[in-house]
């Protein structure tokens, strides 16, 4: 029984002396300050540091002790005219935070940016091939067949070209006097199948076609009306 009243006595006394170092401790990181220092300060022109760490502390080089940047903050480590600092202690030890301006929140979302990429030289000129990509469409079938078509060309060049003479036959619409010149493409088929029928009776079936792509030659003016359907290019 004697040991164990031994051991409160010195548990109790250890505790003391804990608590005592403790407040000690406290005491002395808040004795660094002056007796009147300010719970808040606004910076203002021709403040130095040093005399802003004066209204604060008995020691103006102990500021590194007691300033608490805001990292949220351009320039967290520096103070700007306007500046509200404000001291807090915290679990005993002296604080100093700042307020710059009124915090607001802005809310932020992923947005598109531009940027100009470097591209390696072509291997052929774009304005060669920019026809294919920006004149070539999709038409059916029956529209192409139904189309005015080239029937001969002036001269006997295999080839046509530009600044040669050409005949077309077909249906132009009234007043017609310059229309583009295409060629035949891919065609496009879709999944499903198409029956044809002859006399009543389903003869073959075929794949159906969603339609014909033709491609962009290039355009040709009518110099002559040869006849309704005939004009010399």
């Not at 802005?106 to 390696?120: F, T, Y």
């Not at 046509?160 to 003479?165: A, C, M, R």
């Not at 583009?180 to 199948?193: K, N, P, Q, S, V």
Request: hydrophobic share 40%; proline share 5%; charged share 25%.
């Amino acid at each position: 029984m004697k040991n164990l009243g031994i051991r409160q006595l010195l548990l109790a006394v250890a505790i003391g002396l804990a608590s005592l170092s403790t407040l000690m401790s406290a005491h002395g990181q808040t004795s660094m300050l002056v007796d009147d220092y300010p719970s808040s300060y606004v910076v203002e022109e021709g403040d130095t540091l040093w005399e802003i760490a004066g209204q604060f502390l008995r020691d103006p080089e102990r500021w590194v002790d007691i300033w608490q940047p805001d990292e949220y903050l351009d320039n967290p480590d520096l103070i700007y005219p306007g500046d509200t600092l404000k001291l807090s202690i915290l679990g005993g030890t002296p604080r100093v935070f700042v307020q710059r301006g009124d915090r607001e929140v802005e809310m932020v979302s992923p947005q598109i940016r531009e940027e100009a990429l470097q591209s390696a030289i072509p291997a052929i000129p774009l304005e060669s091939i920019e026809n294919s990509f920006t004149r070539n469409r999709i038409i059916s079938v029956a529209e192409y067949d139904a189309a005015p078509y080239i029937v001969a060309n002036e001269g006997n060049n295999l080839a046509i070209g530009t600044g040669d003479e050409i005949f077309v036959r077909g249906s132009f619409s009234t007043g017609t006097t310059t229309f583009e010149i295409y060629r035949a493409g891919r065609t496009y088929y879709g999944d499903g199948l198409e029956r044809k029928r002859i006399f009543g009776l389903v003869s073959t079936t075929e794949e159906e076609v969603l339609g014909l792509e033709v491609e962009y030659l290039g355009f040709a003016s009518v110099i002559e009306n040869i006849a309704p359907d005939l004009k010399n290019c």
